[in-house]
């Protein structure tokens, strides 16, 4: 099906957010999953599919209307009533008919597919953020169409193709977990390849070193918060008697991949003062001095507005993505909380909604946790699920909530929970319980019969 094929581009496209080609107001992912989208329609009509098999209504519908209705409401009142409306409708979208592609391509076994061209999609931006801290290049800018001639490096802290140092350290942070449970995975097969471990190792190696070159505070702690709940429930999953072959071969691979980076950057540290750059971002002293202090007089500044407001939203345009000048806003600038931000922009109704998918996004997870933990099985829904725990406490400290790459890790997981609990596919022949087998990629989980497609099942255990 070509639908697969250009959800798969789009998906590696979604650090390409910022190329505009020909000018046009829309960007290189938009235009990859329209036409994704049309494909899913006109595959469904062709071939007379139920229409659960190319739109599914799937639970964060409802909380995505609830949503819309709110952001209707609060643009009446809103600075840019224009922008305002547009906001409040790529909410809707990317919490419906957006996520309900990804469920399609999760019912269609694909899942395995979309987090391989999603981690394709953050080595790339990570090599690019990488090769402009250390050799002083600004790769990432080509990538950056804004209009406005914005730097990739500044305050030297590196971007990539994201256009935002925060915004590449919050890409990595969703990202990471999913290539170090994709390491566990293949590591635990009878017969693992171990030249794509090692593939999988560099990667989240080039991620780490790009994620620390962002000077991203909110990045860090999401990457070790999720990075370590991979590592804790394999380890409890593995139990006492499981063999630590596979984890001591892991820890080699994972030490050479290290010894590599470290000696690549202390040999050409003197040569392109990569030191003094590090120390001249003073991370911490612009978190303790600067940004920390001034985001906590934004939230009081909010949390202000809705005591005096609570029903009734300024509008869906005073967050950070609706090009609103700050001299408009109801607060100093916008704030680094999605949830009071919902509150404060688009009122109660748009917190709700906003409260209603976090709680939808949070069961589902801690579901997937749980059965896996029960059953002594793991699949790449755990690190799904990991994830989603790391991007919901990142959520907490940063403005925007419609990032695409957040709900496309939740949408894969709630369409293998579909499967799951619909039993709506074939299941696998289940095979003997060996210790091996607790570390099946897919877990024996439902998938679609379809012809596998060599060049990217290839890396599919």
């Known amino acids: 099906m070509i639908s697969r094929w250009i959800y798969f581009l789009g998906t590696f496209s979604l650090v390409l957010n910022l190329v505009r080609p020909f000018n046009l107001g829309i960007s290189i992912p938009d235009f990859l999953f329209l036409a994704a989208l049309c494909a899913f329609v006109i595959e469904g009509l062709a071939k007379k599919k139920p229409l659960v098999e190319w739109m599914p209504v799937h639970a964060l519908w409802i909380p995505a209307f609830l949503i819309l209705i709110g952001g209707l409401v609060a643009s009446v009142g809103a600075v840019s009533t224009r922008a305002s409306f547009s906001v ?12 309900s592609m990804g469920v399609i391509m999760a019912m269609r076994g694909e899942s395995w597919n979309v987090i391989t061209a999603l981690i394709l999609g953050a080595l790339f931006t990570s090599a690019i953020a990488v090769v402009d801290f250390i050799f002083g290049t600004n790769l990432g800018a080509m990538f950056v169409q804004t209009g406005t001639g914005e730097p990739t490096i500044f305050y030297y802290r590196v971007t990539g193709t994201l256009g935002h140092p925060n915004e590449l350290g919050m890409f990595l942070a969703v990202v990471a977990p999913l290539v170090l449970d994709r390491i566990i995975l293949l590591a635990h097969k009878s017969h693992p390849v ?168 949070g069961i589902t997870a801690l579901r997937s946790v749980w059965r896996q933990l029960k059953n002594r099985s793991a699949t790449m829904a755990l690190g799904l699920s990991c994830s989603v725990f790391g991007w919901m406490l990142m959520d907490m400290a940063q403005p925007n909530i419609y990032q695409r790459y957040k709900w496309l890790v939740i949408a894969l997981l709630i369409g293998l929970a579909w499967v799951r609990q619909k039993g709506r ?6 095979s003997p319980r060996l210790p091996e087998n607790r570390y099946h990629p897919e877990g024996g989980a439902p998938v679609v019969e379809r012809r596998p497609s060599k060049a990217w099942d290839a890396g599919r255990p």
Not at 88 to 99: N, Q, T
Not at 284 to 313: C, H, Q
Not at 425 to 430: A, M
């Open 425 to 430: 596919l074939k299941e696998r022949v289940p």
């Open 88 to 99: 409040a409708l790529k909410e809707w979208y990317v919490f419906s008919i957006w996520a």
């Open 194 to 361: 171990y030249g794509r471990i090692l593939f999988y190792i560099f990667a989240l190696g080039c991620m780490f070193v790009a994620l620390v070159f962002t000077g991203s505070v909110t990045g860090y702690v999401g990457f070790g918060f999720s990075v370590v709940l991979v590592l804790a429930f394999h380890v409890i999953i593995a139990g006492r008697n499981a063999s630590w072959q596979p984890w001591l071969r892991l820890a080699m691979l994972g030490v050479l991949v290290a010894t590599f980076f470290v000696v690549l950057l202390l040999s050409i540290s003197d040569h392109y003062q990569i030191e003094n750059r590090l120390e001249a971002r003073n991370t911490m002293n612009r978190i303790v001095e600067i940004t920390g202090p001034s985001r906590f007089v934004y939230l009081k500044e909010g949390i202000d507005y809705i005591a005096s407001n609570p029903f009734w939203g300024a509008g869906m345009d005073q967050g950070g993505t609706s090009g609103l000048d700050a001299s408009y806003f109801v607060t100093s600038y916008y704030i680094h909380n999605t949830l009071l931000e919902s509150w404060l922009a688009g009122g109660l109704l748009v917190f709700l909604g906003t409260l209603w998918l976090y709680w939808i996004t």
